[in-house]
């Protein structure tokens, strides 16, 4: 009997150390070294994603006033031409040239973004590694 109220008192204080350690460590912040690289990780992903949302704003703007443009020239071609264009899936005359404008600049958008992206790629490989060989220096300086 008392060998069951020992264990029962062990595990209780065990599981309350358990719950004061995860506490303890929830409220935790890096230092040193890791609060430096913490902190610049942090800078450079708000500016990534600052840049980024600034992109995209900018590219719907545009794609809009491209989209309006395109639009009010078919529409002023029809009026003058007089000529309307078939709905079929290969249309002819006018529309196949408005088609094969827009996926003129459709692949030149694609090539523009895969470029970009490959920029990106680089330019966070580069970072990468100069991040960890700047921590390899110093700690190999701190013993």
Do not use: Y
Not at 48 to 55: L, N, P, Y
Not at 100 to 120: F, L, P, Q, T
Not at 128 to 143: F, H
């Amino acid at each position: 009997m008392r060998h069951r109220i020992r264990i029962a008192a062990l595990a209780a204080a065990l599981s309350l150390f358990g719950v004061a350690t995860a506490r303890a460590q929830d409220t935790h912040e890096p230092g040193g070294l890791n609060k430096v690289a913490h902190n610049i990780s942090n800078t450079s992903k708000k500016a990534g994603r600052d840049t980024k949302a600034e992109i995209k704003r900018d590219a719907g703007k545009t794609h809009q006033v491209l989209k309006k443009a395109g639009n009010d020239t078919k529409t002023e071609l029809k009026k003058t031409t007089g000529i309307k264009g078939s709905q079929s899936k290969d249309p002819g005359g006018l529309n196949k040239v408005a088609r094969n404008i827009s996926n003129a600049s459709k692949k030149a958008g694609r090539d523009a973004k895969a470029e970009k992206n490959r920029v990106k790629s680089k330019a966070h490989g580069a970072a990468t590694e100069a991040g960890k060989s700047m921590k390899d220096t110093v700690l190999k300086q701190n013993p």
